[in-house]
C-alpha cells in the first residue's frame, strides 16, 4: 500500500526581519520565551509564509510532472473518501476536490488558514492530527505534504492512525523531504554551511520532541505498521540554479528563492530550543548557509 514520495531538496538565507513573523500557536518573538516540549506547531503561519509553503507547494508539483499524487488514482478510478492531514493552506484538498468532483475531502490543520470559497466537495477542520482521530467513516485515500517539525513519533501518529482510519485496499501517500542537501558527487564539504544549519536544525528538532527528517523513514515504518505495495520515489529538486536543462534549472532558481524566504521563519522556532536570543539567529545563524554558490560546477 501507499507509494511514500521522499523528495530531495535543499535550503538558504533570508532578508526578512524576524519580529515580522506571526505564529498563532506559540509567541517566541520575545527573547525570553521558550517552548515547551510537546507544545504545537513550530513555524510561522502567517500570510508570507502561507505564500511561501503554497509557492512550494507549486515548485513540487512542477518536480512531479504536475501530478497531485503518485498513488493510483485517475479520473477512470477516483478516490471516493480523502484525508489530508496538516493540509496548510488547503491548496492541495482544493486541487483534488477539482480534480475529483465526486469524492469527499477533508483537510485538517490545527491552524484556520484555509480559504473560505473552496469546491462544494471539500471542507476543513481545525483539529490536532496528534489526539484521537473521530471520523465517522474510513477513507480510500490518506496524504501528507512537508509535515517536517509537526510530529514526535510520526508512526504511531499519523502512519499506524491511518492504516486503521484506511478501508483495505486503501492508499496512504506521505511526500515528505529529508532535512540536509545533498549532493550526487560527494563534493559537499562537511562544514558547508547548510550542513552546519541543519545540524543546530536536528538538535533543536531533539529538544523540541519534533522529528525533523521524516522522507527516509517513511518506507520502513510503512513496513512495520502492516502496508503492503510499499513504493519510494525519490525526486531531485536543485537548491539553486545549477543544472544546464532550462526546466530544473527554472525549478532550482524558484527553490533558491522560496527557501531563502522561509529561512528566517523555520530557524527561529527551532533555534529557540538551543536557547539562542533572536539577536543571536539574526546574526550568526542565517549569516551563512553557502547557498547561493553550491554545486555551480
Ligand atoms: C509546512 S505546512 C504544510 C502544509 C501543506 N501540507 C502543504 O504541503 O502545503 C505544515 C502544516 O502543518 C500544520 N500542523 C502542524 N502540526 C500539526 C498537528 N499536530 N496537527 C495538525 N496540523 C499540524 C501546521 O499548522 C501547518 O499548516
Redesign the pocket.
Known amino acids: 500500500m501507499a507509494p511514500p514520495a521522499s523528495i530531495n531538496m535543499s535550503v538558504h538565507s533570508a532578508d526578512r526581519p524576524l519580529d515580522n513573523y506571526q505564529f498563532t500557536f506559540e509567541s517566541y518573538l520575545d527573547d525570553s520565551a521558550q517552548i515547551e516540549p510537546d507544545q504545537?506547531?513550530l513555524?510561522p503561519?502567517d500570510n508570507p509564509e502561507n505564500d511561501r509553503?503554497?509557492e512550494?507547494?507549486e515548485i513540487i508539483k512542477m518536480i512531479m510532472d504536475g501530478r497531485l499524487h503518485l498513488a493510483p488514482f485517475s479520473d477512470d478510478r477516483p478516490p471516493r473518501r480523502v484525508l489530508?492531514?496538516?493540509?496548510?493552506?488547503g491548496?492541495?484538498a482544493i486541487e483534488m476536490g477539482d480534480k475529483y468532483p465526486e469524492a469527499e475531502i477533508i483537510g485538517?490543520?490545527?491552524?484556520p488558514?484555509q480559504p473560505g470559497f473552496v469546491p462544494p466537495n471539500v471542507r476543513f477542520f481545525i483539529?490536532?492530527?496528534?489526539d484521537d482521530w473521530d471520523y465517522p467513516a474510513k477513507f480510500d485515500f490518506i496524504h501528507?505534504?512537508?509535515?517536517l517539525g509537526?510530529?514526535s513519533d510520526m508512526k504511531n501518529e499519523i502512519i499506524q492512525r491511518s492504516f486503521d482510519h484506511l478501508q483495505p485496499g486503501g492508499w496512504l501517500e506521505c511526500q515528505e523531504i529529508p532535512a540536509p542537501v545533498m549532493c550526487d558527487d560527494g563534493t559537499l564539504p562537511e562544514d558547508f554551511g547548510w550542513l552546519r544549519w541543519v545540524r543546530d536544525f536536528r538538535a533543536g528538532g531533539q529538544v523540541a520532541n519534533r522529528q525533523v527528517d521524516l522522507g527516509p523513514q517513511l518506507t520502513g515504518w510503512m513496513h512495520e505498521v502492516g502496508f503492503v505495495d510499499i513504493h519510494e520515489m525519490t525526486f531531485k529538486i536543485p537548491i539553486n540554479g545549477w543544472p544546464k536543462e532550462m526546466r530544473l534549472k527554472h525549478i532550482g532558481m524558484m527553490w533558491q528563492r522560496n527557501l531563502l524566504e522561509g529561512l528566517s521563519g523555520f530557524s527561529l522556532g527551532m533555534f529557540n530550543q538551543l536557547g539562542k536570543t533572536v539577536e543571536e539567529i539574526e546574526t550568526s545563524v542565517l549569516s551563512d548557509t553557502g547557498f547561493r554558490g553550491a554545486h555551480h560546477r
Do not use: K, P
Open positions: 504545537a506547531y513555524f503561519n509553503v503554497d512550494q507547494y489530508d492531514i496538516a493540509t496548510g493552506t491548496i492541495w485538517t490543520d490545527l491552524s488558514i483539529e490536532d492530527s496528534r501528507t505534504r512537508v509535515t509537526c510530529w
